[in-house]
C-alpha cells in the first residue's frame, strides 16, 4: 500500500516562507493532498494537485509535485502566526472496501515565530 | 465547507469500559464515513468505512468486535471501542461525505476535529 513520509516539525519566523516536503510511494496517487490541523479542529483541505500536473498554486499556497522522485511540497508564502498548525500530506488511496479514501503522513507541526 | 462535529473531543475512561464517540454531518448527508486512528508520532490510519444502512468494511489488523461502527442515519455515525485498554489510547477521527460511488475524490470528504481517548 501507499507509504507517506514528512518530517514532523518545522519552525520559521513571521513573514518567512515555509516548505515542507513529503514522499510517497504509490505511484498511482490520482490526487495527492495538502490537509491543515489547527488544535482542537478538523483537519481542513488546503489544497491537492492533480497527478499530472507539477504546480500548483493558490494564494500564498504552492504546491509543487515531481513525480519522479516521488516527491511533493507545499509552500506558504509570508507566514502568519496563523499559519501555525499541524500539516498532512495525503495520497489518494482505496479502502478495504474499495472506496477512495487517504493515506496520510505523520504531519508536520508548523511553528511560527513572531 | 461542509461541518462534521465529532463528540466528545476528550475522553478518558477506565480500562474494561467503553466508549461512544459520535459524528455527525450538520448540513448534508453523510452516506459514507471513514474512521482513523492516530498513534502519537504516527500517520493516520484508516479504520473502517461505513455506508448509511449497512455494515462496515474493516482495514486488515483492525477488530470489528472491538471496535463497533454503527451508521444508522444519514447524518450520525458511532464507533463505540469496547473493553477499552491501555493500547487502544488513541487520537480518533472521522471524515464523511456525500454519495456511495467509491470513486469519489477525496476533495468531498470532511473531517471531524477528533477524539482523544486515553484509557486508564
Known amino acids: 500500500g501507499e507509504d507517506v513520509e514528512q518530517s514532523l516539525f518545522l519552525s520559521v519566523r513571521e513573514g518567512d516562507s515555509s516548505v515542507i516536503n513529503c514522499t510517497y510511494t504509490?505511484?498511482?496517487?490520482?490526487?495527492l493532498y495538502w490537509y491543515k490541523q489547527e488544535p482542537g479542529a478538523g483537519l481542513q483541505l488546503l489544497t491537492y494537485?492533480?497527478?499530472?500536473?507539477d504546480m500548483k498554486q493558490d494564494q500564498r499556497l504552492t504546491v509543487l509535485l515531481n513525480k519522479k522522485d516521488k516527491h511533493l511540497s507545499l509552500r506558504i508564502a509570508d507566514t502568519q502566526t496563523g499559519d501555525s498548525a499541524i500539516y498532512f500530506c495525503?495520497?489518494?488511496?482505496?479502502?478495504?472496501?474499495?472506496?477512495?479514501?487517504?493515506?496520510f503522513g505523520k504531519g508536520t507541526m508548523l511553528l511560527v515565530s513572531p | 465547507g461542509a461541518v462534521v462535529s465529532q463528540h466528545p473531543s476528550r475522553v478518558i475512561c477506565k480500562s474494561g469500559t467503553s466508549v461512544k464517540i459520535e459524528c455527525r454531518s450538520l448540513?448534508?448527508?453523510?452516506?459514507?464515513m471513514f474512521w482513523y486512528r492516530q498513534f502519537p508520532k504516527q500517520s493516520l490510519m484508516l479504520m473502517a468505512t461505513?455506508?448509511?444502512?449497512?455494515?462496515?468494511?474493516?482495514e486488515q489488523g483492525v477488530e470489528k468486535d472491538k471496535f463497533l461502527i454503527n451508521h444508522a442515519s444519514l447524518t450520525l455515525s458511532t464507533l463505540t471501542v469496547t473493553s477499552a485498554h491501555p493500547e487502544d489510547s488513541s487520537f480518533y477521527i472521522c471524515?464523511?461525505?456525500?454519495?456511495?460511488?467509491?470513486?469519489?475524490?477525496?476533495?468531498?470528504?470532511?473531517f471531524g476535529q477528533g477524539t482523544r481517548l486515553t484509557v486508564v
Open positions: 471524515s464523511a461525505r456525500e454519495g456511495r460511488r467509491r470513486g469519489l475524490t477525496n476533495t468531498e470528504a470532511f
Open positions: 504509490d505511484s498511482s496517487s490520482t490526487y
Open positions: 494537485i492533480f497527478s499530472n500536473m
Open positions: 495525503a495520497g489518494g488511496s482505496y479502502s478495504n472496501s474499495g472506496y477512495s479514501t487517504l493515506t
Open positions: 448540513d448534508f448527508q453523510a452516506t459514507t
Open positions: 461505513s455506508n448509511e444502512g449497512s455494515k462496515a468494511t474493516y
